[in-house]
């Protein structure tokens, strides 16, 4: 009887202390991590439990602040700023929050603006490479074919 108790106390332990020393966790992103949009007007960051009223947000394009955000709390688990007009592009969003125990939590997602997140648009160099190496995989076919 003494190593049933012993083991549903272990048990117990296992269970409820992970929610004891839980911190808040990025629940939901308005626009979502990896999504592309037409429009970015918005931010919005739903946490798991309530966070402080000096919480951050930066958007980044090529590592380089892309505009000057303001975010506000609301709702106690909302972090939520406006975003002024921005060109079409790649951005990363970074932001920071202190959650109810005190604890620092932050993170990081990529979203797109008329675009792919992640996907650069080709440049030139990259089909002028590919003009190179098949005229150059031609040239030599046709050598080889005039030798036999």
Known sequence: MRKFWLILWGAAVFVFIPTVFA??????????????IAELTELRLTFSEPIGLNGQIQLHQNFISAADLQPVVENESELVT???PLPDGVYTVQWSVISAD?????GSYSLGIDGRPGHANPTPW????????????????LHRKQST
């Open 126 to 141: 990259f089909f002028g490479g590919i003009l190179l190496i098949l005229g150059m995989g031609t040239a030599v076919w």
């Open 102 to 106: 005190g604890h620092p939590i932050r």
């Open 82 to 84: 406006a975003v002024p």
């Open 23 to 36: 911190h808040a966790e990025l629940v939901s992103a308005m626009p979502e991590p990896g999504s592309t």
